[in-house]
Nanobody, 115 residues
Framework: QVQLLESGGGSVQAGGSLRVSCAAS????????VGWYRQAPGNQRELVAT???????NYADSVKGRFTISRDNAKNRVYLQMNSLKPEDTAVYYC?????????WGEGTLVTVSS
């Protein structure tokens, strides 16, 4: 059974940094692409960043140059380092992985950025 658990969210002032983590059981991140998504109140969930099995990364235009997705294969974790945070980055952040055509999600971690 695949389970994802996000952690590391919190409150920070604009310009600050946070790193959120996604831990997995039942799935090996090294052999699956993983994505970070976010959902702000009243908005649809949006893709923030992805990392492929080969380590290639992609980012939403809104976070390019500020966010970095990475993977620690030994710990089976994926991280999202968020720098130069803006109030519009406030959202619940989710990690997601697709295994055999089924999408799995964690429960999310809340990031709040104050101006």
């Amino acid at each position: 059974q695949v389970q994802l658990l996000e952690s590391g969210g919190g409150s920070v002032q604009a310009g600050g940094s946070l790193r959120v983590s996604c831990a997995a059981s039942g799935v090996i991140f090294a052999i699956n692409a993983v994505g970070w998504y976010r959902q702000a109140p009243g908005n649809q969930r949006e893709l923030v960043a992805t990392i492929t099995t080969g380590g290639n990364t992609n980012y939403a235009d809104s976070v390019k140059g500020r966010f970095t997705i990475s993977r620690d294969n030994a710990k089976n974790r994926v991280y999202l380092q968020m720098n130069s945070l803006k109030p519009e980055d406030t959202a619940v952040y989710y990690c997601s992985v697709s295994v055999k055509a089924k999408d799995y999600w964690g429960e999310g971690t809340l990031v709040t950025v104050s101006s």
